[in-house]
């Protein structure tokens, strides 16, 4: 036996089976759905023309009132004032007699009927004995029951997985938020660049959420169906960011033992998104062009052009203007990427944003954490709207999570903010720690005391304090304490949180 994985073939393999029972081929399955009854199912000749159709409650017909009535009937649809003979105006074939039977939930409810249609002369093929009819019934109603509980698990599931996605979209994505005028004004620019293929250049400070403007631009985009691909063109070498982007054949280079494809060819039909293309190198700027002008990319160590259908998106925080004028920045390229320019604002420029993201960045990384939703107090609340972010949305979100795990409590206030943000110094980025090793304890050489703190996280200084006066103290948990002006049990606390342990 075929296994049945639809709700579709469950629908017509059910109609089937009751159709040859009756020995008649045509027949349809109705549902109430609000105040109408839809057509969700149909075989027979012209079948196509009846499926999907909606007959309103307040207009008459056979399926309705066996719906509204809860029983069986048998029409003849010449006669009959409940037949909606309507339906069958565009129909080759009519109907000339109709056996309709309620389907009817495990709790007595009344949800469709199904149809069982004789369109022969004189309507004699369907079997009206008594015991005949009731043994229809009698099937009907099992399967009603089933039929009942697999639609509807099935429009569970299909809701289960729209809710989900959108608790992900939730928890684990930056969404653009913010009701501030500058703000809005950027974001509804960009919606109206996402309905054209045209290049965007979007500029602003590091931090500021330019890839999520990108992502707004490709979700609301005719491409939004096809790959989104992200490349930064500051944090690779050359080298690899040629092959990165345009793939490589096999023995192109030391270590290239097979063919690779490349990110334009990857996102065939989508949008490829260039992050800081203000840092790429001279050699690439040219290639890059001839993708914005003809759709050509050659693989390195490829002897042959490959045609592409990508739009480009791009980002940077540099002065391209002045980059053009210093000769590393192409201007013919600067002209092919800035069709559609787009500048994301800092931060302090709308700050009336700032308490929308925190509550947003709250929520999910709380969420994340399985623990209950903390708030901000009035007054931190008003530190934090004062504050500088130069490090702009990035900041503010690392500012977040060091917060929710400065304290236990539900609600945040000014003893659990980072003390740069009370005194307007150290702004928080995300780097990696390992880039830049801060001085080993106790090294005070000329060159390390002037290294920079700007390029760490909180969570990274912390740790490495905490370790630093451990040591110093032999990991008495007491004295390192006490020279950190905490309790002990505070102390002891924070070092869980950073995973610190003898």
Known sequence: MQH???EQEILQAFLASLLKLQNVERGSIWVKEGDDFLCIEALGDQHEQVKGISIAADTPSIVGWVIENGRRTIARPREDTRHFDTLENDLKVKSSLILCFPLIMQDGTVYGAIELIDTSAAG??????QEHLDLIENLIGIGSIALSNFIGYRRQLQENRELQKEIDQLRFENPLIGNSAVFLRTVEKARDYAKVDFPVLITGESGTGKEMLAREIFRLSP???KPFLVQNCSAIPETLLE??????TKGAFTGAVQDKTGLFEAAEGGTVFLDEIGDMPLNLQARILRVLQDGEVKPVGGNQTRTVNVRI??????DLEQAIRKRTFREDLFY?????????PPL??????IPGLLNYFLQRECHRLGISVKRISPQALRHLEQHAWNGNVRELENVVKLMIVATENTEIDTS???????TGGMQLRETRPEDHPLPAPGDSTQEQMEISLTGYTWQDLEKKYVTALLEKNRWSITKAAACAGLNRSTFNSRMRRLGIRK
């Open 336 to 344: 092919r990427l800035h069709v559609l320019p787009l500048h994301m």
């Open 243 to 248: 092959s990165e982007l345009f793939g490589h």
């Open 313 to 318: 998106i791009s980002a940077t925080n540099a």
């Open 4 to 6: 049945i994985k639809t």
């Open 223 to 225: 491409r939004s169906s």
């Open 124 to 129: 004699k093929k369907i079997n009206l004995k």
């Open 348 to 353: 302090r420029s709308r700050r009336e944003d």
């Open 416 to 422: 659990h903010l980072p003390e740069q943000l009370l």
